[in-house]
């Protein structure tokens, strides 16, 4: 269940274009029909600091970060150890690097098989300026018998803007890579079906939100979601759209209220710092019954805590940070490729709704590219709903279901002020008690009574065990479960995917089989378990697994916990 | 439609009351809204008033155009984001001077930068009405009034007109709230100005600062030409009384966002789409 993966770490100083070599021999993998990951670190610095492409080749779409390398590739090791904490290497474990530089103690010590290359002359000897990136790519391409004309075609097209001295280079440099004959091992994972698609979890996101309707995006720069604007920023130009760059992120939330009312579907994305200074004024896109989609993509927090790095904890503010009853949306997508279904879902719902929809993206799925089979569409793109044509127009109308028709300006007739004060039906402020009370009520309403279908989590597996989760942790979570079974411990996985309004009806009865509940979440006040216990009454026992970023979850350390709980 | 028929000013207000003191300049500024939407025989439908909030901000309301009545600073920047969606609506924002210039003076001063093709009319009673007189960015650095600052502010006030000079504002005009037939005028002209048009009225509020009262004798109506040069508009804004009308600075430059330069159609959807597929 599990399945084989072989994982790969290339590290060297910011600049000499390990990415790129990470990214090439993944997307030549891709093309046979591989599966896999491409994690990406980088030091704090802006320019010329270390950086690692961390690959797993796997036989499955579950992506986890690696637990362990069975390969390293170190250009050099001072910028390898700045990444000592988390690329592990073990005694079966391979290491290539530059022939007369002393190894680390650290790595020494670990007994790996070392392979010392002259890597620097190499890449001289294919091209008076060879790359030694692609010289290594090409090396690795041979290891993985990855065709020498995919890579070089690949390289080719990645560099399409630069001179060509510069691509005769690189591509020189990948043939000598190719030729070279290593003593080193790789046990390559299966290769699955091919026609699959290579992207990042923002890229995914940014697709979704345009294929659901996006036409407008507001954007203040932040770390880790500047991505998905810049990505959005070209797509709208391709498609038809705007977006405005704002000052700060209550111009940017605001700016999305304001197109938003104008009946153009609206969008921004920030991160948790951003999400704080704009949750007064998705409180006002609840209150006036705007419909926009925040997209915010989790950091390390608090405060600007660690920016490029991974954790899921921002789901308080998410689920609690707007004052006042201000009842919204918050869903997480639960991979990279789900970014496109829960993005597109999202908008959807906000635009259905008239409300707000935060959605929970991290840096994980967010900047890691992977190679997915096509990701699943949100089937229903967002729609404005057909306004009533009476000259006596209430927009804030109680209707049965909540929800009112909506008018926007230059519609004929149907003039109105949309307020963050409270109000009556028509929209005129009110103090009074009944107006509060029924505005109040028709807010919750509408979002309880719609019938969100069978997508408010992926539900897998079955036994008295269950393991909740919301997000990016689903995979290490269900890569858990199946070492829970190999345990013979049978475990059902419940993947949330909509976390308000929370289907307590539909998660009670999917519990309902099981006796030991685990709530597995990527952040150390255990944000989810609180969440969920407030919300419902469990007749199971209830145990948090909570572990904050940026460290990912790891399903070895979920599944023996699991295991040791239940064993006690 | 409705707008076949010539409207006249009261044909635009609606049928909500206003919550002002009597005696509150702010109704000779929707009188002289109202009076210009009615000298442009402007369409109801598609016409749009934006707010924040304080006394002037609940304007949007009172008037028979759509609205929308935001949070405490942020008119502007609701305004520029629908009217950068929606270009063929005609966008007025509006609020305070604490509004404007303090809680959303970030927002002011990028809006002046941008030049979204909208009007922004700034209601200067150099006062917070609505939280009962305290002092604003805009008040004298005397005025001992308020409780919370019972030696006055202390700091020099911000000259409303010099901010949008420097920031980039390619209009910028000031009435006063006792001369709203000259009000109607500007705002007019406002609103047809293509760009971003910055109409800093002062607008008395006789409730906390009753010495606004004095105003009338001090104000008084610029009589020579509008300025077009930056330089000259500078040693005016920095230099005058900050009680002289009319249309002070004006100049043309290109508004934003700028027409596309390629076509785009829906159908890019699909390539978008397939640049991802391996």
């Keep these: 269940m599990v399945g084989k993966h072989l994982s790969i770490a290339i590290t060297g100083a910011g600049g000499v274009g390990v990415i790129s070599c990470g990214e090439l021999l993944l997307q030549a993998w891709a093309r046979l029909g591989g599966r896999g990951l491409l994690r990406k670190a980088y030091g704090p610095q802006i320019r010329g600091g270390e950086s690692a492409a961390l690959l797993k080749l796997t036989e499955n779409e579950r992506y986890t970060a690696a637990e362990h390398y069975d390969l390293v590739v170190a250009l050099d090791w001072d910028n390898f150890s700045r990444f000592e904490d988390e690329i592990k290497l073990g005694p079966d474990s391979w290491v290539i690097c530059q022939e007369g530089e002393a190894l680390p103690a650290a790595v020494s010590d670990l007994q790996p098989h070392i392979l010392s290359l002259p890597l620097a002359e190499l890449a001289q000897a294919s091209h008076p300026d060879g790359r030694i990136n692609m010289l290594v790519l090409g090396l690795l391409g041979a290891l993985l018998d990855l065709p020498g004309d995919s890579l070089c075609e690949l390289a080719e097209q990645k560099l399409a803007g630069k001179a060509v001295a510069y691509r005769e280079a690189a591509v020189a440099s990948i043939r000598n890579g190719c030729a070279q004959q290593l003593e080193c091992k790789l046990d390559r994972p299966a290769l699955g079906e091919t026609g699959t698609w290579y992207l990042s979890g923002n890229q995914a996101a940014g697709l979704g939100a345009l294929e659901a309707g996006i036409r407008f995006v507001a954007a203040y720069p932040i770390t880790p979601a500047s991505d998905v604007l810049e990505w959005m920023a070209g797509g709208l130009e391709q498609v038809g759209g705007q977006l405005v760059q704002a000052e700060d992120e209550l111009a940017a939330i605001n700016m999305t209220i304001g197109a938003a009312f104008g009946g153009v579907p609206s969008f921004t994305a920030t991160s948790g710092p951003g999400l704080a200074l704009m949750s007064e004024s998705i409180g006002l896109a609840v209150a006036s019954e705007t419909p926009v989609t925040v997209f915010n993509v989790m950091r390390g927090g608090p405060s600007t805590g660690i920016p490029t790095k991974s954790e899921q904890s921002d789901l308080n503010i998410a689920l609690h940070g707007l004052h006042g009853d201000a009842p919204h949306l918050v869903l997480a997508p639960l991979d990279i490729a789900d970014c496109v279904f829960t993005t597109g879902w999202a908008v959807h719902l906000a635009q259905q709704l008239q409300t707000a929809a935060i959605v929970l993206s991290d840096q994980f799925i967010g900047q890691s590219t992977a190679v997915v089979s096509e990701p699943r569409r949100c089937a229903n793109p967002a729609a404005s709903l057909a306004i009533a044509g009476d000259g006596d127009y209430l927009r804030y109308k109680l209707t049965d279901s909540g929800i009112s028709t909506v008018a926007s300006p230059g519609d004929a007739d149907q003039r109105f002020t949309a307020d963050g004060l409270e109000h009556n039906e028509k929209g005129t402020p009110s103090a009074k008690h009944s107006d509060h009370q029924q505005q109040l009520q028709k807010r919750q309403d509408k979002l309880e009574q719609f019938d969100y279908g069978e997508d408010w989590a992926q539900v897998e597996g079955s036994g008295t065990v269950a393991l909740v989760s919301f997000g990016s942790s689903s995979a290490a979570v269900a890569e858990a479960a199946g070492l829970l079974q190999e345990r013979g411990i049978a475990t059902r996985t419940v993947a949330l995917r909509l976390l308000a309004p929370l289907q307590a009806n539909a998660l009670a009865q999917v519990l309902d089989d099981c006796e030991q509940v685990f709530v597995v979440e990527q952040n150390h006040g255990k944000q989810l378990y609180h969440y969920l216990r407030g919300q419902m009454d469990f007749r199971q026992t209830l145990h948090s697994y909570a572990m904050a970023g940026p460290v990912p979850l790891n399903a070895g350390q979920i599944a023996q916990t699991v295991a040791e709980v239940l064993a006690a | ?278």
């Design chain 2, 1 to 278: 439609m409705s707008e076949m028929i010539k409207l006249k000013a009261k044909d635009y207000k609606s049928t909500v009351k206003p919550i002002w003191c009597p005696g509150c300049g702010h109704f000779s500024v929707f009188n002289a809204i109202t009076k210009a939407m009615a000298a442009l025989a402007i369409s109801k439908d598609d016409t749009v008033m934006i707010s924040g909030i304080g006394c002037s901000s609940r304007l949007p309301a009172y008037v028979d155009s759509y609205g929308f009545h935001g949070v405490h600073g942020r008119g502007l920047a609701i305004a520029q984001g629908l009217k950068v969606a929606r270009p063929d609506l005609t966008v007025l924002a509006m609020g305070g001077d604490g509004d404007g210039f303090s809680i959303g003076g970030n927002h002011f001063i990028h809006a002046c930068r941008r030049n979204v093709n909208l009007t922004y009319i700034a209601m200067d009673n150099e006062v917070y009405g609505m939280t009962k007189g305290q002092a604003s960015p805009t008040t004298p650095m005397d005025w001992d009034h308020s409780k919370l600052t019972p030696h006055g502010p202390g700091v020099r006030p911000f000259k409303p007109a010099a901010l949008a000079l420097a920031s980039g504002a390619p209009w910028i005009a000031r009435g006063y709230s006792g001369n709203p037939n000259q009000m109607a005028k500007l705002i007019a002209e406002a609103i047809a100005f293509p760009g971003f048009s910055f109409l800093h009225v002062m607008s008395q509020c006789i409730t906390f600062c009753p010495e606004q009262t004095d105003w009338k004798s001090i104000v008084h109506e610029r009589e020579e030409p509008t300025l077009s040069d930056a330089d000259e508009a500078a040693k005016l804004f920095l230099h005058e009384d900050g009680f002289q009308t009319g249309v002070l600075y004006a100049e043309q430059r290109a508004t934003w966002p700028p027409e596309p330069e390629a076509a785009a159609s829906v159908a890019a959807l699909d390539q978008l789409a397939a640049s991802f597929r391996v």
